[in-house]
């Protein structure tokens, strides 16, 4: 990927699920990629691998800003539903935008969910609300699916 990038026949190179250590290692052999794409929500921040990409420039895209849906029925998210009058999905993918963070809600129920989620840009989460949701979140961390940042580096092996 890098000869081709060097080549000129793609611009870009991204990572999927990447931690700190994985993006080390890439940077140690002279590549940093342009994005780091990992499970990104309030309950599965990721703090350690969002510092590390903010500081070296690497985009950051969230996938299941939504938890696989898993959080959609919580308290606090309908909550903060009910005072910004969107869905619960609409404020998770708000706290993603407000974030900075590339996200990418997915869907199999059709346009409707599409444009639901697409509806996010016609208010803002408070400094407050940020704040609160990623700290609740915090509180009770869990990700939706697996997570390679948990193995040594004797389990994932050499780059």
């Known amino acids: 990927m890098v000869a081709l990038q060097k080549e000129g026949k793609i611009r870009s190179i991204g990572v999927s699920n990447f931690g700190v250590q994985h993006l080390?290692?890439?940077?140690?052999?002279?590549?940093?990629?342009?994005?780091n794409q990992i499970e990104l929500h309030p309950w599965w921040p990721n703090e350690d691998i969002v510092d590390y990409c903010r500081t070296n420039n690497i985009a950051i895209m969230g996938y299941s800003p939504l938890g696989k849906g898993h959080f959609l029925n919580d308290p606090y998210l309908i909550k903060l539903s009910g005072k910004y009058g969107k869905t619960p999905a609409q404020i998770l993918i708000r706290w993603s935008i407000q974030n900075g963070f590339i996200t990418i809600p997915k869907?199999?129920?059709?346009?409707?969910?599409?444009?639901?989620n697409m509806d996010v840009f016609d208010?803002?989460?408070?400094?407050e609300d940020m704040k609160?949701?990623?700290?609740?979140?915090?509180?009770?961390?869990?990700?939706?699916?697996?997570?390679?940042?948990?193995?040594?580096?004797?389990?994932?092996g050499p780059i």
């Open 24 to 35: 080390e290692w890439l940077k140690q052999a002279g590549f940093v990629p342009a994005v």
């Open 107 to 116: 869907t199999t129920s059709g346009v409707e969910r599409l444009k639901e």
């Open 123 to 127: 208010f803002a989460l408070s400094n």
């Open 132 to 156: 609160g949701l990623a700290d609740y979140g915090r509180k009770n961390l869990q990700n939706t699916g697996w997570d390679p940042t948990m193995n040594s580096k004797e389990k994932f």
